[in-house]
Every structure is written in structure tokens, then in C-alpha cells.
């Protein structure tokens, strides 16, 4: 048995010569060299250092011993909770399905559906997938868009668009500072003044009407708003708050939402004329009002408050998502079935 064990260890000397100095069992040969030395005497148990040395059972028995404590100490339930698969699999439909969201974007359109996770846990599932990070119908009138509280700070500016068929058209919105609330004032191909100056008109009428108390006004200094419009502003006691000379950070809000109409709509979508535009406007104006998350507002849209989290476990796993289209697929709205 002794010269048995001593030709094995031959062979694995001669199959490690020149990789490294010192000699690598691998766990076949240990188990051979431990069938062979349990039938030699004690006297020959010096063959024991071949297969481990010192440091290898001191250092193993205290791991050992680290994992009796640990296990003795060990609740019950430890860590989060795994994910459920229905969550995981809604997840990526809505990364598929909407290309341009992000984890945070994903977070937010589960906090509208009542389904508490947190923004890490979005994050993570979509990078286990190999995902990269991303880059009602009832049209509200002036006078309810415009009662808003006395610190309401809304701002304006002008959004260029070219159609197919290559002309211009210029829309005119207003976004409310405090409630994120956006309205669509106008569509046209030639914003001249005497346009300008009506649209302006119309909001002081509905301003006083709505008995609203907004005293500023935030536009930049586009050469398509007359000086007109600042005289019929101060008359209604709103006061013109022109913004710096290529600054955009001073109206920050307004450009927020006319880089989230390019990307979510403008960008992936060809407009065809002035009516193409007005509709496609309207239907994003209603879905960024009445559902699109917001981080600013907790998550929760300007017309629609953050419903709350679902507690019971079984709503969780038995999940049923409606969506609905809008645009023909380009935005998506998501639901519960009612």
C-alpha cells in the first residue's frame, strides 16, 4: 500500500513538473491516497502531510467553527426577501416595451400601480438582465389649469418642430412650477406678434376669471414675444421675469418638459402637418398630466395622486397589468384591470 501511495505520488509529480513548485492535489487523488492510508500503521501516518498541512486544518477547522456560530445565531428570515417572478417579468415588459425609461422611470410607473419596490431592486433586475441604462380625456379648461395656490409660478416658452413635409410649426406652452401642470396654448406656423398677443389676452381673461393670484411670469427672451404682451401682463398685476441670455437653467422646469416631449414623443414619431402636431399634443399633454410619473411630486402625476402600496401578498403574485396605448403604441399607459 506505502509503495502504491508513493508511485501515485510520482505520477502527480511528473503531471505538475514545471507548472509550479508546489505540489496540487485535486480531489480524486486525495480520496485515493485516503483509502490507501487508512490500512498502514500509525508509524506511516506521516504520509498524512501530503494531503493537507497544518495551516490547511487549522484554518479549516475555524471556518467550521464560524459557521456553527453563524448557524446558531441565524434568524429565521434573514436578508430582504426574494423578488417575486411576476414583479421581475413586469419589469422587463416595461423596459421592452418603453425603450427609452430608465430604472427610475420604471420605479416610478410602479409607484402609480400601487406595487411598493424599491429603485435598487429595479436596477439590479434589469442588470441581471443585461439591460444598458437608458438614455382624461376630458380636456381641462383654462380656468381650472390656472386655480392654483398664491406661490403658482408658471412659465412659458416656444417648442420648434418640422414636419414631413418641412415646414416649421411653433407650439406655445405654459408649465406650472408647483404642480409640474403643463398646458398646450397654441399651435401655429407663423407666430407673429398679433398671435402672440391674443394667446396672452385669453390667459389674463382666464386668469381673472379663475380668480388666480400669480404675479410672475418666467419666459426667455425669444424675439417672437412682443414687448406688447409685458404691458397687458402688468396690467393684470403678473410681472415678466425674463430669463438670462443663453441660460436655460433659469427656466430649468419648461426646458425639463420640452426635453421630455422631444424624447418621448417628438423623437420617435413623424409628424405630418399642423393637425398631426395639435392631436399628437393633446394626447401627450393627457398623459402628462393624468399618468406620467414625476420625482418631484413623489412619484405621483399632476392630476393623479400616488395610490396606495398593496400589502396583500397574494394581489402580488396573482398581478394582472392592463396597458393601453396612446399614439399608436408611442406612449403607454399602465393599469389594473378595474
Not at 381650472?144 to 395656490?149: A, G, I, N, Q, V
Request: aromatic residues 6%; positive net charge; hydrophobic residues 40%.
Amino acid at each position: 500500500m506505502e509503495i502504491r501511495a508513493l508511485r501515485h505520488r510520482i505520477t502527480v509529480l511528473e503531471g505538475q513538473l514545471g507548472a509550479d513548485a508546489r505540489v496540487r492535489f485535486a480531489p480524486e487523488d486525495r480520496a485515493f491516497l485516503a483509502a490507501l492510508l487508512t490500512s498502514l500503521p500509525r508509524a506511516v501516518l506521516r504520509w498524512v502531510r501530503l494531503l493537507v498541512r497544518p495551516a490547511t486544518v487549522l484554518c479549516r477547522h475555524r471556518d467550521l467553527l464560524k459557521r456553527c456560530h453563524a448557524r446558531s445565531r441565524r434568524p429565521k428570515r434573514r436578508g430582504r426577501p426574494p423578488t417575486v417572478r411576476s414583479i421581475r417579468v413586469i419589469i422587463l415588459r416595461l423596459v421592452r416595451e418603453n425603450r427609452v425609461w430608465g430604472y427610475r422611470r420604471v420605479h416610478g410607473e410602479f409607484t402609480t400601480l400601487g406595487i411598493k419596490i424599491a429603485p435598487s431592486t429595479v436596477w439590479e433586475i434589469l442588470k441581471q438582465a443585461g439591460h444598458e441604462p437608458a438614455p382624461e380625456r376630458v380636456s381641462t379648461t383654462w380656468a381650472d389649469f390656472l386655480r392654483s395656490p398664491a406661490d403658482a409660478l408658471p412659465a412659458c416658452d416656444f417648442i420648434e418642430t418640422i414636419t414631413v413635409n418641412g415646414r416649421r410649426q411653433y407650439t406655445l406652452a405654459i408649465i406650472e412650477h408647483t404642480g409640474r401642470r403643463i398646458r398646450v396654448l397654441g399651435i401655429t406656423a407663423h407666430p407673429t406678434a398679433s398671435w402672440v398677443v391674443q394667446a396672452v389676452k385669453n390667459l389674463v381673461m382666464d386668469v381673472e376669471q379663475a380668480g388666480c393670484r400669480a404675479r410672475y411670469l418666467i419666459r426667455d427672451r425669444d424675439a417672437k414675444f412682443p414687448a406688447l404682451i409685458d404691458e397687458i401682463l402688468s396690467e393684470a398685476g403678473i410681472q415678466t421675469v425674463l430669463t438670462g441670455i443663453r441660460m436655460p437653467r433659469m427656466n430649468a422646469i419648461m426646458e425639463r418638459w420640452v426635453q421630455s416631449c422631444r424624447r418621448e414623443l417628438l423623437d420617435r414619431c413623424l409628424i405630418w402637418n399642423e393637425r398631426h402636431l395639435r392631436h399628437a399634443l393633446r394626447e401627450y399633454e393627457r398623459f402628462y398630466n393624468r399618468h406620467r410619473a414625476h420625482q418631484a411630486l413623489g412619484q405621483a402625476a399632476p392630476l393623479r395622486t400616488v395610490p396606495d402600496p398593496i400589502t396583500d401578498p397574494e394581489q402580488i403574485i396573482d398581478l394582472n397589468i392592463r396597458r393601453r396605448d396612446r399614439l399608436g403604441g408611442i406612449l403607454h399607459e399602465y393599469s389594473h384591470p378595474a
